[in-house]
């Protein structure tokens, strides 16, 4: 299952992965009406496919996903993208998750329900920060 | 090594004796002072009692064997003193018949021969006082004494019929004519004419009492002879004057030495020994009588008895001082480490309530936070749309955003009224319930998707499972929750059995197994937590299995679970037949 919105302004650069369908759809919403365009994906495998298809400029993924685990895609996407800037958002991640994902390359973990106007910041400085 | 009174005093008397009377479900003993108590008892009581009862035994042998010992000594000395006087009786007899025989009645008629005879009697044989010759009349034909005694007829007396009629006489002791204690033998014979006649000599019994004395050496002992009747015959020291009834009662005949012990006619306590006399195989009239007393023995016997006492309370003082001390120490021991496990319970106990609020704090916090963040981005939206775009016209957008936020808000609404549920007291309605109809209804739900994932369903109910009073509603919210579980726990080709058995009066358990994946060892103390899931999904709001914890609680029954990863899982619900009116502590479970 899958779900992928193209922005305005041409080729999506950040992916979203929740199955929180509405919470996915309302921010890539936001975030395209603040310039960022966004794909969505609802659960793991159709994160990684696009993934694998596409190349994005950032990703903001779930760690709870009705089939991977959240720790698990971040491992994989890294292994595909070394160095891609990823931003943990969950509903309330614990601190072990946090050791894990930062561990695994994670840029930021945050806890849900998010300041926009923070994440914006964040994904800025990755697409800025993106070898 | 030196030890304080108070060390001494915590060695044998234990220290939980004065600690305070909190009684806490960790400890071994409910109350460790009757336990410490029984077991001093019991140990002290296993070893005092062969100690005593041999000691008693012991002591019961020995005075026996002391008494019999003491028996035997009398008896043989009384046999000693048997065959003494005896053997002087029947010396002095012998020699008299030998006299009659070899000088004959003639020369015996003479008084100067008879004079030579007496000497010669005296001389060699020695007791004789005077001795004469009886002719066949009874009159004293010829005399030899110191008393001139020739023409006294005997006629009238009973010795000279005796003699007569057995050859020999000995008299009992008696003063006679004479008025001096003394003893007549006498031997009949035949003179060579056929005429009978008899000679008779006169004792005197202080050599009879000379032979005596050496068998009575200590002071106490006391041996003399009294008669067949009764009296006594030499001095006694205790029982008598010479020639007067004796203080004691004649013992029964027998024809060998007797003894035993008791109390003479003084009190004191004796051993006796007596013989009745026979000579030369005929009867004589006298009895030995020997007696002793047991003063010795029963000064040697109480000696023993003390001993042993003080040997048996010497040894049980220290072996219930051992026990005790031993006892004090294991159970100090055991008090010890009791309170140690206790204080290690109740701080993991602390530990383990602070965790489950952790975890449910956790739980509350993320099933929250997700429709929190939808309505976050949904009112955001609403606002950039209103603020952002300066042209008008999204009617529909705004529509969609408020139901995304009114959805989210009952989301948030359900968890909230689910842990109110789950901690709020609840009615119960209680009526009958036949369980196989309730089960088969919850089945019915499942009945399709069980078809379509090709698994199989079973319910297996005993006939003599009885209707239970309960409430159906909760009933039915407790199978849901199982069987739910269950299914989502199965895959194609599992299958689900529920098994409803009365084997324990007055409840019913109903085990609900499933061949599905199972629930790892690490997780098995956790399934009845609020929020705890494994599920991937977002399905439920891990509240179910604490809620049908909490349930089964009010309905007055128990659930256990056993499970194998790889091989499945049973949940045990075990309700009453009719509920109790016992209270049940409200609140979360874990």
Redo the contacts between chains.
Sequence with gaps: MMFVMTGESGDPTILIID??R??AD??A??LS?RGIDCAVAYDAYAGLALVAERSFTGLVLDL????L?GCEVLRRIMRLHPGLPVVILT??G?EDDERECMKNGARAFL????D?ARLVQLLAQNESGDP | MSLSLREVVHAVWPRFWRASSKRYSYLTFTDYRPMWLLMCGLLSASCLLPLIIHAITDYGLSRKTVEREERLRTERLASNARRSTAHFLQERLDALAFTAHNVGIEALGSPSQMAEVLSLLKQDFGGFTDIGLVDDSARQVSYSGPYDLIGVDYGDQEWFNQCRAHGTFISEVYRGHRDEPHIVIAVATAAPNGTYFALRATLDTSRLIGILAPYAPADQDDVFLMSRTGVVQTPSRRYGKVLEEALLKVPPFSDRTESYSGVDPHGVPVTMGYAYLTSAGSETPFILVLSRPRTETIVFLSQLRTNRVLVVVASSLFIILVITVTSSFMFNRLYDADRVKGGALLSMQETSRLASLGRLS?GV???I??P???????A??IK?LLT?ERHGGHHDELVE?VD?IL??VQRCGAITTGLLGFAREMNLHLKPVRLEDLIDRVLSFHRKEAEYRGISVSLDVAEDVPSIVSDPGRLQQIFLNLIGNAFQAMDTGDSLTIKVRNNEPDKVRVDVSDTGCGIPREYIQRVFEPFFTTK???QGTGLGLAITYNLIRKLGGEIKVKSKVGEGTTFTVVLPVARGEEDVDEGVAG
Excluded at chain 1, 64 to 67: A, E, G, Q, V
Excluded at chain 1, 111 to 114: G, H, L, Y
């Design positions: 199955d929180e509405t919470f309302t921010l919403k936001r009406m709870r996903l009705p089939d685990d509903g309330h614990t806890n849900k329900p998010v926009l | 956790t916090a993320h099933e936070n997700n929190l963040a939808v309505i976050n981005e949904s955001g939206y950039d952002m955003q995304a959805d989210s991937v999904e977002r």
